[in-house]
């Protein structure tokens, strides 16, 4: 513990306290310039996190951060100076909070909108269990759009139970904030600082059944910290909304005045390739010029997703929900009901969110929708909730769908070309960087499987992906020092498996490689392909069972499951030339 | 096309128009008795559905009924009276609306929240092609609690279209509504009979874009005629919500008196055993008699899934939430984090709703709440939207879950006894009926498989579930005439599979059965496990990868995967003694 956590706090005097917030701010600068991270979101909110630390008692009292976006402050204000320069490294600290790192994070959150939820929960289990403490969720606006939010305040009558929710209204999520919630929340704002009260009549969150408080300063530390000491009173017999507005960037004017691009940074000094989300943007735009159908659609993504030139061209044909991943897919598939061809972009993990919209609403309808999935694979460093892991596994099992994965950005974006008239629903899935290209021919780029090598033993490799694609590519090359080459395929299409390909092969040791989990992907398919063929054996290199933390990507890789030296090793061992 | 159909109802007269209503009536209450189905839902609108149909020009306006429970009227009034007989039966109507049944189903649903998401995407289009056309949800009180609602509300500002939202408020989803946007509604049914108008500031719809009109009877044909005529001007500049009251069973005093029972029926005189769900809720309440921890939550389903006896004997450790499947999930997480133990009972095609907050929120934090997922495998008569043909596939990918299977209704209890000490996420899944008991020993039952029969030959059947396991005992009794007999294995424990037990196998043909999608399934797993084994085969018998319409259990399990011939076939093809 460092001598400004919990109980300490409690003593400090006003001057110690406004030193305290510039240390925390220092300390998260300079870290995070180094490690990369969320940067604005938490540089705004260190005065409202050290009020709650001085009048609240954690982790007695229970404290939720939604999706976990500015919890660094918390971190540091619960025993976690020491090491807070391994954030978001390998075995160092999360960039969210995780239980196991700490008993001051009670709840894991990485998604938007689970913290109304989860301290309903724990208040519940509380009355339940006859304890006693407060629960608090803080939550930002953007968050706010999501329909969880919306279904834990309407259970909060019948729960019957007391907790805190803080806004957190800084007007952004990572793009600027959308919908008519946003607008009201601004009304109220602007409401406020021309009557001394919201009228009473008009407040939303009161018919949930909260007392509700607002609109007040976030980064007044000492009006924060005589607010929150009333609120503490309150939550003894009612729950309490209170509304703050805080500045994202807080204190760093360059992230003040550029909070989209300041969200989240890279660390170090990485240099920049294009990124397939750029490509993605860019081939958008020009196959868009042509086809009219084509609409573009984000929840509360498009910079991060490469669309804002589509945004700025084709302002008619692009839509951001806010954080609704569940809208925004049947949006999807209603617009193609109707005869347009929308695309939808989102992160891998984020697609989870829309897993049942994807099964009835786009393909049980067969409906034309492309989910453009960014950040398939390992993530890195946001660890276990942003890792795209899982995608492949939760897309092959839904019919009617199919599921590519390029090689590499040029076969992306023709992928794309591709996908503006293929008249079904269709899932590619990219990782963030590009880092090679590969040979290969053109054409059947959403239909078929590709030799890229042939060789002389009885060893094929399946890859699914650049990444895995690299992997092969780079063994083989080692292997090579021995004379011995094995084939490499670049199985693009997962679903449905390229059935023909995989009778024609001659090898009869398959290897698979791919950037997702096991259990249900690519690999497992090939096995059940095969299951009934003695003749050929299947090996299959992917995730093994585990959620997988932050850390860089090479890292995890090899850690995981797609490790080049097994790799080899499994090669020279089962090589028969 | 009948004689009331479109436009000709158009020139109906208004003692016609009542006639109608009254044909309608007998016709729905008839079919649905015989063939089952939704009785009480689809008796209350008939009245607005016929003067939708006399407002406005379907199909070139599109209506969607949010989930489809109330969709008869508009089936028998859109060209399907000849024929409404095979309402629910393979290859007849189906009861939910169906593109690919008629230009008038315009959108295809049957989960909750929906039907205000698909009308934004027709009518979105709609504007970006430049067509002219009306879009009208119709939407129960019970899906308003849903996320998925606030979402699209929260869009229609920045969507910038007009829709007409019919809210069709009878105080009931399958459980009477809960929430605060319930009581919310309740509030304004009030007011307008005691003022002429709801205060305009009260209103929240208002906030979020939409001219409110409302309390209207919605069975009262003509004010609905004269209503919906003048809205149909008012929608040409705005949105608007059409908030109106019907009764649910209207016309028929048993349904009126009792919705909760007849909200969907069973058709026939079919005898009533011991469901899964009556020995579920049984089950559960009696290990929460001594175990105080033990909190059961559902998602508006307590009678469907057998919990009326736990919510009546423990109303302080039962949760129903309303609709909302995501927010459930959650709560049962942070519940248990806070020491609980949660139990979640959901069909298993609700479950596809929370698969995010399964992964992260349960599972990623590796707490002990337990899934009991009824309904699972093919569930029949509601088609492609009610079928639980995926659960094994998206739980078996996602780390830290054990899932279990029990092959009878006796083990079930057996393992829920058992899953009162088991402190890590847990997933119980088991079809709605117990048809058969069979032998095995007791102990075990969340950790290993069993034999339940050893054969003479080099095949072994490894049966997952009550349906599986009698095809394959059904089988191995008739290849005994032949003097022939497998091997029979409980394989309860679809992950983590019992790897054990596998390696411990003498026989060399395996075969799998499982009432569940093939892909990422129960077999796909043994499949990955021998797939580096030449000296295995595997066989997998499971559901092929297509959407299952409606039918019975039987007629669906031997036309998509679970067939016995083709399992004798394959093991006669096979065995070698």
Not at 66 to 71: K, S
Not at 208 to 222: E, R
Not at 362 to 377: E, F, K, M, Y
Request: aromatic content about 8%.
């Amino acid at each position: 513990m460092t001598e400004y956590s919990g109980k300490n706090l409690k003593s400090f005097t006003a001057d110690e306290l406004i030193v305290l917030c510039e240390r925390l701010r220092e300390k998260i600068k300079s870290t995070v310039v180094k490690n990369g991270g969320h940067l604005s979101s938490n540089l705004g909110v260190i005065e409202l996190t050290v009020a709650l630390h001085y009048v609240f008692d954690f982790p007695t009292d229970k404290l939720i951060f939604d999706v976990g976006h500015q919890c660094y402050a918390h971190k540091l204000l619960s025993g976690r100076e020491d090491g807070f320069e391994t954030l978001r490294r390998r075995g160092g600290l999360s960039g969210f909070p995780k239980r196991e790192e700490s008993a001051f994070d009670c709840y894991n959150t990485g998604h938007a909108g689970t913290s109304v939820s989860a301290a309903l929960g724990f208040a519940k289990a509380r009355d339940i269990k006859g304890e006693n403490f407060n629960v608090i969720a803080v939550i930002g606006d953007g968050s706010f759009n999501n329909g969880l939010v919306y279904e834990a305040f309407n259970s909060l009558r019948p729960l019957n139970t007391n907790v805190l929710v803080i806004l957190n209204d800084n007007g952004m999520s990572i793009s600027p904030t959308v919908g008519s919630m946003h607008e009201y929340l601004e009304q109220l704002s602007q409401n406020a600082q021309h009557i001394a009260k919201v009228e009473k009549h008009s407040n939303i969150f009161e018919r949930f059944g909260f007392s509700y408080d607002g609109v007040h300063d976030g980064n007044d530390l000492f009006s924060m910290i005589a607010k929150l000491s009333e609120i503490k009173e309150k939550l003894k017999t009612q729950s309490v909304i209170l509304h703050v507005l805080t500045k994202k960037g807080k204190g760093y004017s360059f992230c003040e005045e550029n909070p989209q691009i300041t969200h989240g940074i890279s660390g170090g000094e990485k240099k920049q390739a294009v990124s397939y989300s750029e490509a993605f943007g860019k081939t958008l735009v020009e196959i868009a010029w042509k086809d009219k159908a084509i609409t573009a659609v984000t929840a509360a993504m498009t910079p991060s997703l490469g669309l804002t030139e589509f945004f700025e061209r084709y302002p008619e044909r692009s839509i951001d929900v806010g954080i609704c991943e569940e809208h925004a897919t049947i949006l999807c598939a209603a617009l193609a009901a109707q005869g347009l061809k929308p695309y939808y972009a989102v992160y891998s993990t984020f697609l989870q969110r829309s897993f049942d919209e994807i099964i009835l609403d786009i393909c049980s309808q067969n409906l034309p929708v492309t989910l453009c999935i960014d950040r398939a694979g390992i993530s890195g460093e946001d660890g276990e909730t942003h890792q795209g892991v899982f995608d492949l596994s939760f897309l092959n099992l839904i019919p009617n769908l199919t599921v590519a994965v390029p090689k590499d950005i040029e076969e992306f974006k023709r992928m794309l070309v591709a996908s503006a008239s293929f008249n079904a629903p269709l899932a590619i899935r990219y990782p963030k960087d590009c880092a090679r290209i590969f040979g290969g021919t053109q054409g059947g780029e959403l239909s078929n499987w590709q030799y890229i090598s042939r060789g002389n033993c009885n060893v094929a490799v399946l890859a699914c992906g650049e990444r895995a694609l690299s992997l092969a590519d780079d063994v083989n090359g080692e292997i090579a020092e021995q004379g011995l080459n094995v084939t490499i395929v670049n199985a693009r299409i997962v679903k449905p498996l390229d059935e023909k390909f995989l009778q024609g092969l001659a090898e009869t040791v398959i290897i698979t490689l791919e950037d997702n989990q096991l259990l249900g992907g690519f690999g497992s398919c090939v096995c059940t392909h095969f299951a009934d063929n003695s003749d050929v054996r299947v090996k299959c290199f992917a995730y093994c069972d585990k959620f997988i933390p932050h850390g860089t990507a090479e890292e995890l890789m090899k850690e995981y499951g797609l490790d080049g030296k097994k790799l080899k090793e499994y090669i020279l061992n089962n090589a028969v030339r």
